[in-house]
Each structure stands twice: as C-alpha cells, then as structure tokens.
C-alpha cells in the first residue's frame, strides 16, 4: 500500500479572526485547532509523516503535545503561503503528496480516501464543493455588474494532492514569474496541468473568520457522535 507525506502549511497569522494569536493555536474543543487537524491526518493509516511549516517566531507549536510525535516534521514557512509549501516539500521523500490547511480540522478519513484514488488516476486532485448559491461579480465600488453562471463553478477545499515533484517545480515556476498562486492547483494549472474535481463533505470547514469557531465545534462533536 503506497503511503503519503502530507505538508501543513502554518506560518500565517490569520489577521481576520482578528485574535492575540494565530488561529491554529485559538481553542476549540479541549485542544488547540491546529491539534485537531494533525490528529486527524496522522489517524489516517496511508499517511506516513505530517511536514508542519511554521513562522520562525513561532512560540506556540514547541508546547503544543502533538509537536513531540514521532511522525511529524518541523520546518520554517516563508512570507507567503506558496513559500511555506516549498520548504515543506524539501522534506518529503514520498512521491506523492497532500497540503492541507492548518484550519481545517474538520477533515474527515473518507474525503482523503476519496481524494487520494481520484489523484492516483490523472494529474493530482483536490476536494472541492460545488457552488450553490446565485454568484454575483461586482465593480471596485460593489455595484453588481452580472450574474454569474455558476454550472461548473467549486469553491476549492483542502487536502490538495499532487505529485510531489511536479507540485514543487509549478510553484517554483509560479513564483519566479511572479503570478498570484491561491492554492497548489493555481499553480499546477498555471504549469499546464488539469488535476480533478473531488467533491468533498461541506463540513470541511475552514476557520476564518471567529463565527467559525463555533461552527467546527459543532461539526466536530457531530463527526464525532457518529463515528
């Protein structure tokens, strides 16, 4: 059975919970966030080691008691997300490769089974939910300006898994040329590649904003209560 190395990036401070610390470290459910994601992906029986990027003055993950895992690698992230996914990616031996959010605790182990087989196929894939609302682009003063279609439209999730290698080398590319790489499928795209769609569980919730919070508990203790 192949195994897989997943890279988290987490050196960013999440400025919109508007909090004293980054929001990986903010409390939710007994432990920290970030402490809630690592557990869920070292739980899953293909994942062989968790590549944790962080800030270089982060105080927080040394107390945290999963930082002492045997599985899990520390490195330095960078300015920008694509940064920090880079030197994670100098530490994975593995041919293949996740990167999911720090901020996603949620993820569950059927939305990576579901992943990881949908990738192994093509290009890569990444989890996705379909849009569902009316979309509406706007001018710079908010004014809408159309409706827009929204058949074939994603709102794009986390893990993202790509070949390891190929990964690298797109953001490598992306950043050389100086273009705005959202996530590691922007960057793949821009290096030519076309990786699936996987449409993944709504609870994949990433914490942004503090109404989150409340939200992932909830999908926490439900996940939970079923399993």
């Not at 897989?4 to 987490?10: I, M």
């Not at 270089?56 to 520390?74: C, K």
């Not at 290096?191 to 914490?207: T, Y």
Request: some cysteine.
């Amino acid at each position: 059975m192949l195994t897989f190395t997943v890279v988290v990036p987490a050196a960013g401070v999440g400025s919109r919970m508007g909090a004293s610390c980054p929001k990986q470290y903010l409390p939710l459910v007994g432990k920290f966030l970030i402490e809630h994601t690592l557990e869920r992906l070292l739980g899953h029986p293909r994942i062989e080691r968790v590549v944790v990027a962080i800030a270089a003055d982060d105080e927080f993950f040394a107390t945290l008691p999963v930082a002492s895992h045997p599985r899990i690698l520390i490195t330095t992230g960078g300015a920008e997300r694509a940064d920090s996914v880079l030197q994670g990616l100098a530490l994975v031996e593995s041919d293949w490769v996740l990167v999911h959010d720090a901020a996603r605790p949620c993820i569950t182990h059927q939305d990576i089974d579901a992943l990881i087989h949908a990738g192994l196929a093509g290009d890569g894939a990444i989890l996705g939910n379909r849009v569902r609302d009316t979309m509406k682009r706007s001018d710079a003063s908010g004014r809408i300006q159309k409706t827009v279609d929204r058949n074939q439209l994603w709102h794009a999730l986390t893990p993202q898994f790509f070949r390891t290698r190929q990964l690298e080398a797109a953001l490598q590319q992306g950043l050389k040329s100086g273009a705005v790489i959202t996530d590691e499928a922007s960057a793949m795209e821009l290096a030519g590649w076309h990786p699936l769609m996987v449409e993944g569980r709504a609870d994949n919730l990433k914490v942004t904003r503090p109404e989150d919070l409340a939200l992932a508990a909830l999908f926490l203790s439900q996940q939970e209560a079923s399993a």
